[in-house]
């Protein structure tokens, strides 16, 4: 059953192949008996995930079958759940039993999905790597001694090692496409302002955006529709209408023009992941797109402008954790300051604070127009750049990732490597655009993920282009080997 | 542009973040090895460039007037780590 | 005294106008004062992780019409800048305000004196931003004994105007006269309750002093959270008082921030807290641009009420009051209302105005009640105005009559008839009584046929005491002046 996609079990839903209850009463047993080597959940939630399934077979009963009818989902620990722990992967939130459900959570609920539980990420969402979580590192299930890249690694993982057939992500500066990449699953990051961020606890709130990983096009386009629209209760949130995603799949590719920029495939990129995304481009041409060479030439300061502002905001969004009315707050302080700086600093773990750090000096005095203010008008030259292309183009193609999952611990200890995990995924997030990765190949047993970029608000087109391909391939089929002697003891 | 352990000291504090002295230095170096990745920006010739703060050009939406909150006290109030008498507790606030 | 005359007091003022809105600026939470701690603590109040803000309506364009009102340009695109700090009423870390772009440019409000001189103050600007919540310091302590502070979030979010002046005052009492303008165009537009001691307006006055003809200004000092008129004028004077005494001694006056205590009536100054003033402000993420078209400032300049300076020159032109007491009355609506309503019911303006800036103002100030709650009609005034005028009452018993009005006992008219209070207008009667007092007072009407003029004209006083205590007060004077005049000429 978990080999299954999302559009299969759906259909085997409506069919009655089998019930909600069957389906969620297999996820869970999947993810307890393998979710122990991988970590990328913090909570499971069975009892509400069965009441749920259940709910959702009576619905269907009822004829009141909602469009994720009984399809199981987990979400990152950064969505607040209602009644359930939230922790963000930090020990500040460790004891945080949100009071409210975000937007994205409601609106899946409303659909019908069932949540299986919360899954593992980077401490606050900052990290490419899934080690700076409170909960410990999440491992790759293509190769447990590798990190399943983050910060939405429990998710990726997750889905990866088909413990659950989807996921919810975010994505600030790469943070869905690059761990989809590094385990080999399909994941979209919408336009800013497309999926409500009522909810989600904010990293930098002007890069933030909401989005499905699953292991295929077609299902993120699933739940994507159910994810987006406008929310009066987020001011960011667009209203306007939401296009029928998965009514397009199928379009032809002909006349398609694909723009290519020379700015993502540097000297310095790993020859065979080169040849990996041209080989993915060849494939497209062949279904009648035309590939167009395209300058992107600000995006080579994506990162350091990327640096400024996200920790920026980073250090503004989680000055609210003070210790005061939730959260962690440490033994017996001396006196309100005590409270204050000793919460913070066994609450937050290291990489979180060195960005609140980074941000706070950005900030301040003496040092606001040489950082911050410079890093938003580069902003403005990024996101006029692939505003050019766009005038040419239809959708803007490279790899995901300079590199695939790397060793646990191997960029511990030097955050500035740590950060050009995500060079090609982070210029996205500035100008605001949607983007997909999708699996395009296998190197050394591992895979290896392409993006594909559209103009605001074409998530249809990025999700026509990412199924005529996997249509056309099957690399978004391969699973890891993860767990496969334990799912047959399982199953006997 | 660099920082030195004093004036990582002084951010520390603005961030209400503790710092331990035996770290202080290896943070210091870390924070300037992320802060020299960023100086690339002044390479940037942004001069006559406006600044871009949200990503989208769009305007506030404003909401009616009207009260739509119920009283959930009770309720949030649980997840403080000390309260009393419907208030929040914290360490004697000194003016 | 000569002091006073070789310094210059510059003074600016801040002021945090709460806006009379249902709910608060960023939720649907009530801004209703003295509910229950935390119960109007919504979770964005409360900064819940995941939550956001948006935007009320209701007070942008309270802000807006605050704009208008002082003839200030309005910021077609303003922005919400976050300013970081911690304290435990600010829920967030950082209170959403404005800074590079507020919603009101550069205004300007004309002041007068009680001289009768004019001036105009500049306004700076003022921006939209949202309140902090309150520490309360009584009674909470730890496991140890130790004092805690409580937190109440209710006031977090309720919105604020804060107007900032130019440095254009010059003394405590233009400083107060433009407050006290300020109240009447706020509680004019009705954007504001005005209620001082509830802390709906709190002042910040910035005082510095220079040596007359110095042309750069002295360093100032900023006193916070001044909640009255009265304390105001007090602290700006000790300031000033205290900033010329230290330079005069050779010292040099700090910036910084003072406390003044109204009990205490001194003011000291705050925790130093210059480590705490980098307050990192920077575009808040989570709020666009709020654009207002010039569709919308026509829409509601078209709602714009009668304001005081209008009022003013309206009471002058056709009640004929004088520029101050004109003055008085319409810088409070409902004092110029009430006024209104008594001067059409008495046909009297002038007296009407009299009553209200006298009689009524002394008694609402003693029992620290507004005019809206005045236990006297505004029709009852007129009516008991009208029965002065008509000589059924003197000026003297319609002050009883408007006492026992104040005590609920019943219309001016209800009261006359029921005490019986009606004025002596009967000319043999009252010939009767001028009779006899002539006869008991022999002594008095010899002597004061002796006496001169002058002294003739005090004794006179005498006769008409003795009359008006025969009958109560109720003789009419006019009648009994006549009288006596031609019965006491020898």
Redesign the interface.
């Known amino acids: 059953m978990h080999r299954k996609t999302l559009t299969e079990l759906q259909a085997g839903l409506a069919a009655g192949d089998f019930s909600a209850r069957e389906l969620t009463e297999h996820f869970l047993k999947r993810i307890q008996s393998l979710d122990g080597e991988l970590n990328s959940f913090i909570t499971l939630t069975p009892e509400q995930a069965l009441a749920q399934a259940d709910a959702a077979d009576q619905a269907r009963a009822a004829g009141q079958a909602g469009p994720l009818n009984g399809l199981p989902l987990a979400h990152k620990d950064i ?2 759940t209602r009644g359930v722990r ?1 922790s ?1 992967g930090s020990r500040m ?1 460790d004891n ?5 459900d ?1 937007t994205v959570v409601e609106r899946l609920q409303a659909a019908g999905a069932v949540m299986l539980g919360k899954t593992n990420m980077d401490e606050f969402a900052m990290g490419s790597s899934n080690e700076t979580s409170w909960y410990g590192p999440v491992r790759n299930p293509w190769d447990t001694g590798r990190v399943p890249g983050g910060s939405s690694g429990g998710s990726a993982a997750a889905v990866a090692a088909r413990l659950v057939p989807a996921a919810t992500g975010t994505d600030t500066g790469g943070s869905i496409r690059q761990p989809a990449a590094l385990t080999g699953i399909t994941g979209l990051k919408p ?3 497309r999926v409500s ?6 990293f ?3 890069l933030d955006q909401a989005g499905p990983m699953a292991t295929s096009a077609a299902d993120c386009a699933l739940l994507l529709q159910a994810m987006s629209g406008h929310d ?5 949130s ?2 306007q209408p939401v296009d029928n995603y998965s009514a397009t799949l199928d379009k032809p590719l002909t006349g398609l023009r694909i723009g290519v920029p020379e700015e993502f495939f540097p000297a310095t990129l790993d020859d065979r992941i080169a040849s990996t995304t041209r080989a993915a481009l060849a494939e497209l041409e062949k279904q009648g797109a035309t590939l167009v060479s395209v300058r992107l030439p ?1 995006v080579d ?1 994506s ?3 990327y ?2 502002i996200a920790p ?2 980073a ?2 969004n ?12 440490c033994d017996d ?10 919460s ?2 066994e609450g ?1 773990g290291a990489e979180v ?2 960005r ?3 941000g ?6 003496g ?2 127009d ?12 990024i ?1 006029n750049d692939f505003a050019a292309a766009f005038d040419n183009v239809d959708v803007i193609m490279g790899p995901t990732s300079p590199e695939q999952a790397f060793e646990l611990g191997a960029k511990k200890d ?3 490597t740590m ?1 050009m995990a995500d060079v090609f995924t982070i210029a996205v997030n ?4 949607p983007a997909l990765s999708m699996p395009a190949g296998m190197i050394d047993g591992l895979p290896v993920g392409i993006q594909v970029i559209g103009n ?1 608000f074409r998530e249809a087109q990025i999700l026509n282009v990412a199924h005529r391909f996997q249509q056309a391939t099957n690399w978004h089929q391969k699973a890891p080997s993860f767990g496969e002697t334990a799912t047959a003891k399982g199953d006997a | 542009m660099a920082l030195d352990p004093q004036a990582l000291a002084g951010v520390a504090h603005l961030a209400r973040l503790h710092l331990d002295a035996a770290d202080s230095d290896a943070l210091t170096d870390r924070l300037n090895s992320i802060l020299g990745m960023v100086d690339r920006l002044q390479e940037a010739d942004v001069d006559a460039v406006q600044p871009l703060a949200h990503p989208l050009d769009a305007s506030q939406p404003l909401r009616p007037d009207a009260v739509t909150e119920q009283d959930i006290r009770d309720q949030v109030q649980a997840l403080a780590p000390a309260s009393e008498g419907s208030c929040y507790l914290v360490p004697k606030v000194i003016e | 005294m000569e002091k006073i005359t070789e310094w210059e007091t510059v003074i600016g003022l801040e002021i945090h106008v709460q806006l009379s809105t249902a709910s608060k600026i960023f939720s649907g939470s009530s801004t209703a004062v003295g509910a229950e701690p935390n119960s109007q603590a919504s979770l964005v109040d409360l900064a819940m992780p995941g939550t956001l803000p948006v935007l009320n309506r209701g007070a942008v364009e309270k802000a807006i019409l605050f704009g208008l009102a002082v003839n200030a340009e309005i910021c077609q695109r303003s922005v919400f800048e976050r300013k970081n700090y911690f304290y435990p009423d600010l829920p967030k870390g950082y209170q959403t305000t404005q800074l590079e772009a507020p919603i009101v440019g550069p205004g300007k409000v004309d002041i007068q004196l009680e001289n009768g001189e004019k001036k105009v103050v500049r306004i700076h600007h003022a921006h939209l931003e949202e309140d902090a919540g309150k520490s309360l310091h009584e009674e909470f302590s730890d496991a140890q004994g130790r004092g805690m502070s409580g937190i109440d979030l209710n006031r977090a979010g309720t919105p604020l105007i804060e107007v900032v002046t130019e440095p254009d005052m010059r003394s405590p009492e233009e400083a107060v006269a433009f407050a006290r303008k300020l109240h009447g165009i706020v509680t004019s537009l009705g954007i504001c309750d005005g209620e001082m001691s509830q802390g709906s307006m709190r002042f910040d006055v910035n005082v510095s002093v220079r040596r007359k003809g110095d042309e750069t200004l002295g360093t100032r000092t900023e006193t916070k959270n001044l909640n009255s008129f009265r304390f105001m004028d007090a602290a700006i004077r000790q300031e000033v008082q205290r900033q010329i005494e230290l330079i005069e001694d050779g010292g040099t006056v700090i910036q910084e921030t003072r406390l003044y205590n109204g009990d205490t009536q001194a003011s000291r100054s705050m925790r130093s807290k210059e480590d705490a003033n980098d307050y990192r402000y920077f575009p808040c993420p989570d709020l666009l641009p709020v654009v207002v078209t010039d569709a919308d400032i026509a829409a509601l300049r078209a709602t714009l009420p009668e304001l005081p300076d209008a009022r003013e020159a309206r009471f002058i032109d056709s009640y004929q009051l004088s520029a101050y007491d004109a003055g008085l009355l319409a810088g409070n609506r409902f004092a110029a209302a009430y006024f209104e309503t008594a001067a059409q019911h008495s046909g009297d303006a002038k007296l009407a105005a009299n009553w209200v800036i006298g009689d009524i103002s002394a008694r609402l100030n003693a029992e620290d009640i507004a005019i809206e709650q005045c236990p006297v009609s505004a029709e009852n005034l007129g009516q008991l105005i009208q029965r002065i005028k008509d000589g059924t009452v003197s000026s003297k018993i319609a002050r009883q009559v408007f006492d026992a009005c104040w005590q609920g006992e019943g219309s001016p008219d209800e009261v006359i008839a029921a005490k019986g209070l009606k004025q002596m207008s009967d000319t043999g009667e009252l010939e009767k009584i001028v009779d006899q007092i002539i006869a008991d007072n022999a002594e008095q009407v010899a002597a004061y046929q002796a006496a001169e003029g002058g002294k003739q004209k005090k004794m006179f006083g005498f006769f008409v005491g003795q009359a008006m205590k025969l009958t109560q007060g109720k003789a009419n004077p006019q009648q009994i002046n006549a009288l006596l005049q031609q019965k006491l000429a020898p």
């Open positions: 969505f607040c939230t963000c939130l945080f039993i949100s009071p409210y975000a336009t800013y302002g961020r009522w909810g989600m606890i904010a930098a709130s002007s009066p209760r987020d001011s960011t667009v209203n600000s300061l990162v350091p402008a640096y400024v920026a905001e250090s503004s989680l000055s609210r954790f003070d210790g005061v009315r939730y959260g962690y707050r302080p001396a006196d309100l300051e005590d409270m204050y700086k000793r913070r600093s937050f604070k060195r609140i750090l980074v706070t000096y950005a900030l301040s005095h040092y606001y040489a950082y911050y203010l410079r890093a938003q008008k580069v902003r403005r030259l996101s030097d955050p500035v950060y500035l100008a605001g655009l605001y």
